[in-house]
């Protein structure tokens, strides 16, 4: 399957969005616990920005999951 890199993004947000809601956290709650600011996290879930790995590794700490969990969704 060939998916563009703007579509995994797109999904990718689209994911962490879901798996914040599902935890009941706020997009500030999930900022203050990664330690960036809240419209990061705002501007990830809406595919604003290609975010880096450390950061992925700060939301699946905060939301208590594993890493490969945020790359555990269907491609739309």
Known sequence: MDI???TFIINLGIHIKQ????????QEDL??????PRNQI???????????????????NALDIE?????DFPLK
């Open 19 to 26: 798996l914040r809601e599902k935890k009941g956290i706020s």
């Open 42 to 60: 705002g501007r990830i879930e809406r595919a604003e920005i290609n975010t880096g790995i450390r950061t992925l590794v700060k939301i699946a």
């Open 4 to 6: 563009s890199e703007e």
């Open 67 to 71: 890493p490969k969990e945020l790359f």
């Open 31 to 36: 900022a203050n616990d990664c330690d960036i």
